[in-house]
C-alpha cells in the first residue's frame, strides 16, 4: 500500500522557494508539494480557515433543548448547541482546565457536558456549572473558565462559524 507523508525537512524557506516557482508557471497545476506540505496546511488553516465564515451546518440538525454536534475544524472541535433559551452557541469543545475535549460524540443531547479529566461541568451556553474544589481557590471567578465562543450567525437556518473576533460581520 501507498501512502503519502509529509517531509520531514519542510520548512518556511522551502515554502517560500515552492511558492516562487508556482508563481513563475502560471497557468499549470499546483505542484504537489502543496498536498503534502504541513506548512502549507498550517497557513491554510491560520490564515483561510481560521479567519473565515464557515458553513458548519443547519439549525434543523439541533432542534431542541440540549441537541448537539461537532463541527471539526483542522485538530479543532467545536461543539453546535442549542440551550434551553434555543439559542444556538458554537464553542471550543476544550476544558478550560487541563484542555480534554469535553464532548467526545458526534452529535446527541446533552443536558450539560463533562470534562473526563477533572469532572468540571458546563452549560449548553458553555458558561461553567460546576468546577471540584476551585471555591477554595483565592480568587476563582466561574465566569473567567467558560467554553471558549465562536462567533455564530444564523442565515436562513444555516449555521454559520468564524474562529476570528475580528472578522468582518457575516452580512454587511
Known amino acids: 500500500m501507498k501512502f503519502i ?3 520531514i525537512e519542510d520548512c518556511p524557506a522551502k515554502l517560500d522557494l515552492n511558492v516562487v516557482s508556482q508563481l ?17 496546511y498550517e497557513r491554510e488553516l491560520d490564515r483561510l480557515f481560521f479567519k473565515s465564515w464557515l458553513y458548519a451546518g ?5 432542534p431542541s433543548e440540549g441537541d448537539f454536534f461537532l463541527y471539526e475544524i483542522g485538530e479543532d472541535s467545536i461543539i453546535i448547541s442549542r440551550d434551553a433559551q434555543g439559542d444556538i452557541h458554537a ?13 467526545a460524540e458526534s452529535s446527541g443531547h446533552k443536558k450539560f457536558y463533562v470534562c473526563p479529566y477533572h469532572g468540571w461541568a458546563f452549560n449548553l451556553d458553555g458558561t461553567l456549572r460546576a468546577a471540584r474544589h476551585m471555591k ?6 466561574p ?3 467558560g467554553l471558549k465562543r465562536m462567533r455564530l450567525i444564523q442565515y436562513e437556518g444555516l449555521i454559520f462559524i468564524n474562529c476570528d473576533p475580528e472578522a468582518p460581520d457575516f452580512l454587511p
Not at 469543545?93 to 464532548?103: E, L, S
Not at 477554595?136 to 471567578?141: C, E, H, I, L, P
Open 143 to 145: 465566569h473567567d473558565y
Open 58 to 62: 443547519h439549525s434543523s440538525q439541533i
Open 24 to 40: 513563475e508557471k502560471p497557468g499549470i497545476a499546483m505542484a504537489s508539494y502543496f498536498y503534502r506540505s504541513h506548512l502549507t
Open 5 to 7: 507523508a509529509t517531509d
Open 136 to 141: 477554595r481557590k483565592a480568587g476563582f471567578n
Open 91 to 103: 464553542l471550543m469543545n476544550i476544558c478550560r482546565h487541563r484542555g480534554a475535549r469535553v464532548c
